[in-house]
Antibody, heavy 125, light 107 residues
Framework: QVQLQQSGPGLVKPSQTLSLTCAIS??????????WNWIRQSPSRGLEWLGR?????????DYAVSVKSRITINPDTSKNQFSLQLNSVTPEDTAVYYC???????????????WGKGTTVIVSS | DIQMTQSPSSLSASVGDRVTITCQAS??????LNWYQQKPGKAPKLLIY???ILEAGVPSRFSGSGSGTGFIFTITSLQPEDFATYYC?????????FGQGTRLDIK
């Protein structure tokens, strides 16, 4: 059974960096059958996909244009986890942040079948 | 970006009712569409993938159909545990985007 365990602070000051980690059990961050994603949810933006990391003979990253200049998602194979860093945060980055596995169940077909429990991050001084 | 528009945004219904939610994509997404259920304080839960395939363990009263730009999600015979918010999500291209959600509550 695949599980994702999120960790990280719930309060970040404006202009600082938001850092979250998602530890994977039951699967591998290096899996060729999944991508590892960060998604956030706020009343104003709804569910917003932020980006992903995945391994297909080498590591790839994709990011949403809205955060592309501020975001880094990194895999950590030694700990079987992946992380989110979002720089220069503002109160608009206040949201519940989720990590999720997007499973490649068939060629070109994916679904997000495993999610972390979510971390509420408030950006405030 | 592909816009996903759900209708209605909210819906009141009674136990035993049949409810239908629609999801319209701003361009052709073939069948690259998933449906999720979210309850307060919880992460979304996958219900249907590839527009119409029921995820393992999900009751058969849930169903989905459609392709291209128009999709339908149906719950037949609503149960008390079905009152939640439902989201469609496409993965035809990046960025992945979600509908704004349909909140289903008890009449």
């Amino acid at each position: 059974q695949v599980q994702l365990q999120q960790s990280g602070p719930g309060l970040v000051k404006p202009s600082q960096t938001l850092s979250l980690t998602c530890a994977i059990s039951g699967d591998s961050v290096s899996s060729n059958s999944a991508t590892w994603n960060w998604i956030r949810q706020s009343p104003s933006r709804g569910l917003e996909w932020l980006g992903r990391t995945y391994y297909r003979s080498k590591w790839y990253n994709d990011y949403a244009v809205s955060v592309k200049s501020r975001i880094t998602i990194n895999p950590d194979t030694s700990k079987n986890q992946f992380s989110l860093q979002l720089n220069s945060v503002t109160p608009e980055d206040t949201a519940v942040y989720y990590c999720a596995r997007d499973y490649n169940w068939n060629v070109g077909n994916y679904y997000m079948d495993v999610w972390g429990k979510g971390t509420t991050v408030i950006v405030s001084s | 970006d592909i816009q996903m528009t759900q209708s209605p945004s909210s819906l009141s219904a009674s136990v035993g009712d049949r409810v239908t939610i629609t999801c319209q994509a701003s361009q052709d997404i073939k069948k690259f569409l998933n449906w999720y259920q979210q309850k307060p304080g919880k992460a979304p839960k996958l219900l249907i993938y590839d527009a119409s395939i029921l995820e393992a363990g999900v009751p058969s009263r849930f169903s989905g159909s459609g392709s291209g730009t128009g999709f339908i999600f149906t719950i037949t015979s609503l149960q008390p545990e079905d009152f939640a918010t439902y989201y469609c999500q496409h993965y035809n291209e990046l960025p992945i985007t979600f509908g704004q959600g349909t909140r289903l509550d008890i009449k």
